[in-house]
């Protein structure tokens, strides 16, 4: 896909990617001609007469500031104006609660963000919808699992923290043949280095908050689809249920969006230097990118890549020798990088999945999906990719090492509890 994309600006002209992520559906403020869109922090908004009012009414609904997010992503993607959320799960959330219903069926990707699991486990389950976990990596498997009550195939790629990659063309495929919605968690990837809607996806769904952000500053969700009724039955829901962003995060993000392509970039070039480092070290037992020769999914990975223009995100997965404790060991000596669950930011930072993120995914759903318990997933920030190197290359000396009489040994195990009980947990990104 070329960056020359048949999307337009505010004033109809076909743009180039780098322009659209900076002026994309975006006006000066016509009140005092400012460049940078306004913070509207209001509530409320005062009707010029009964039924009459200037396109916003209570801020539940919309908001100017948050309106002006969602045409700026819309305008990324050749579509109309997203639907923004609080967070990314609260997307994730509308958009299950607008399509399913007690009965319904949906097909999700067997390796997926945790929270997308917790919520259809916790959450939908008690509702009456089910789903399926499948490798949506095989259309076929796919189709098979496509039945007369389900709704909506969900696929991520390439999925966290495996990096697996779904054809999303072959999958779009099979779900107009079935009359299926296909959605797209492109949250790796961003619509920078992938456009879901043009490869036969119904709706490209982002969690804000990593890379379109991309400093650490906001939680937030968007939703785009280039059908208009879906389209208002997304923000319908999203008014009922009161999960509309708030205008702060909103105007944060319209920043952060402007330097997107520019550090998507970046952070791909940084992140295929440390995975072949990562790949030579004596120390590793194995590494997952897409921009590797060795990545499992060859052919899919280089479709990716002429997609993308040769990047692959800023994702690296990885397993030291030594099993899980040594794993440990490495996450807890390194200092440039920051143990935390976020991924996408100008930092780099590191995560244990099945202790942190995916740790309420059952332990036999993440085996089969092949999320060891020694699995590190490691997002490569905009750091000097050196300096990135030596903290690992430190961390991996240090993890070899014999444990202190059982000092590391006994983090280790602590770092491995299991999880409290689902209706006690909060966390995981």
């Given at each position: 896909?070329?960056?020359?994309?048949?999307?337009?600006?505010?004033?109809?002209?076909?743009?180039?990617?780098?322009?659209?992520?900076?002026?994309?559906?975006?006006?000066p403020?016509?009140?005092?001609?400012?460049?940078?869109?306004?913070?509207?922090?209001?509530?409320?908004y005062?009707?010029?007469?009964?039924?009459?009012?200037?396109?916003?009414t209570?801020?539940?609904?919309?908001?100017?500031?948050?309106?002006?997010?969602e045409?700026?992503?819309?305008?990324?993607?050749?579509?109309?104006?997203?639907?923004?959320?609080?967070?990314?799960?609260?997307?994730i959330?509308?958009?299950?609660?607008?399509?399913?219903?007690?009965?319904?069926?949906?097909?999700?990707?067997?390796?997926?963000?945790?929270?997308?699991v917790?919520?259809?486990?916790?959450?939908?389950?008690?509702?009456?919808?089910?789903?399926?976990?499948?490798?949506?990596?095989?259309?076929?498997?796919?189709?098979a699992?496509?039945?007369?009550?389900?709704?909506?195939?969900?696929?991520?790629?390439?999925?966290?923290?495996t990096?697996?990659?779904?054809?999303?063309?072959?999958?779009?495929?099979?779900?107009?043949?079935?009359?299926?919605?296909?959605?797209?968690?492109?949250?790796?990837?961003?619509?920078?280095l992938l456009?879901?809607?043009?490869l036969?996806?119904?709706?490209?769904?982002?969690?804000?908050?990593?890379?379109?952000?991309?400093?650490?500053?906001?939680?937030?969700?968007?939703?785009?689809?280039?059908?208009?009724?879906?389209?208002?039955?997304?923000?319908?829901?999203?008014?009922?249920?009161?999960?509309?962003?708030?205008?702060?995060?909103?105007?944060?993000?319209?920043?952060?969006?402007?330097?997107?392509?520019?550090?998507?970039?970046?952070?791909?070039?940084?992140?295929?230097?440390?995975?072949?480092?990562l790949?030579?070290?004596?120390?590793?037992?194995?590494?997952?990118?897409?921009?590797?020769?060795?990545?499992p999914?060859?052919?899919?990975?280089?479709?990716?890549?002429?997609l993308?223009?040769?990047?692959?995100?800023?994702?690296?997965?990885?397993?030291?020798?030594?099993?899980?404790?040594?794993?440990?060991?490495?996450?807890?000596?390194v200092?440039?990088?920051?143990?935390?669950?976020?991924?996408?930011?100008?930092?780099?930072?590191?995560?244990?999945?099945?202790?942190?993120?995916?740790?309420?995914v059952?332990?036999?759903?993440?085996?089969?999906?092949?999320?060891?318990?020694?699995?590190?997933?490691?997002?490569?920030?905009?750091?000097?990719p050196?300096?990135?190197?030596?903290?690992?290359?430190?961390?991996?000396?240090?993890?070899?090492?014999?444990?202190?009489?059982?000092?590391?040994?006994?983090?280790?195990?602590?770092?491995?509890?299991?999880?409290?009980?689902?209706?006690?947990?909060?966390?995981?990104?």
């Amino acid at each position: 896909m070329s960056n020359s994309l048949e999307s337009f600006g505010t004033h109809g002209e076909a743009w180039d990617l780098e322009t659209l992520a900076i002026r994309g559906g975006r006006t000066p403020d016509p009140t005092t001609g400012a460049i940078l869109t306004p913070i509207v922090q209001s509530t409320t908004y005062v009707n010029e007469a009964v039924g009459k009012h200037k396109g916003h009414t209570y801020s539940r609904a919309s908001n100017p500031t948050v309106s002006a997010l969602e045409s700026a992503l819309g305008a990324l993607e050749g579509a109309p104006p997203a639907v923004c959320y609080s967070t990314g799960l609260a997307a994730i959330t509308g958009l299950f609660l607008s399509l399913l219903r007690s009965g319904d069926h949906v097909v999700v990707s067997d390796v997926v963000y945790g929270g997308t699991v917790r919520l259809l486990n916790i959450v939908l389950e008690p509702l009456g919808i089910s789903a399926s976990c499948v490798d949506t990596s095989d259309p076929g498997a796919v189709a098979a699992a496509i039945g007369p009550r389900t709704r909506l195939v969900f696929i991520e790629t390439p999925a966290n923290p495996t990096l697996k990659l779904t054809d999303i063309e072959s999958v779009a495929r099979v779900c107009r043949a079935k009359g299926v919605k296909l959605a797209v968690d492109n949250t790796f990837l961003t619509p920078v280095l992938l456009r879901p809607l043009d490869l036969g996806a119904d709706i490209a769904l982002y969690s804000t908050t990593k890379y379109i952000e991309g400093h650490n500053a906001t939680v937030g969700g968007s939703i785009t689809t280039r059908d208009e009724a879906l389209n208002e039955r997304l923000r319908l829901f999203r008014k009922s249920v009161g999960s509309i962003q708030a205008p702060f995060e909103a105007w944060l993000t319209l920043k952060g969006l402007k330097t997107l392509p520019l550090r998507i970039r970046e952070h791909s070039r940084s992140a295929r230097r440390i995975a072949e480092w990562l790949e030579q070290h004596p120390a590793v037992e194995r590494v997952l990118y897409p921009g590797l020769a060795s990545f499992p999914q060859t052919a899919l990975a280089a479709g990716l890549g002429e997609l993308s223009g040769g990047f692959f995100g800023g994702i690296v997965s990885f397993e030291v020798r030594g099993g899980v404790e040594a794993g440990v060991r490495v996450m807890n000596a390194v200092r440039l990088c920051s143990l935390a669950e976020n991924l996408g930011a100008t930092e780099t930072l590191i995560t244990h999945p099945v202790s942190m993120t995916h740790g309420d995914v059952p332990r036999e759903q993440r085996e089969r999906a092949g999320i060891t318990d020694g699995l590190i997933r490691l997002s490569v920030g905009l750091e000097s990719p050196a300096d990135i190197i030596a903290d690992l290359a430190r961390a991996l000396e240090s993890a070899a090492r014999k444990p202190d009489s059982g000092g590391v040994d006994r983090a280790a195990r602590k770092e491995l509890k299991p999880r409290p009980s689902a209706a006690a947990v909060v966390g995981g990104v």
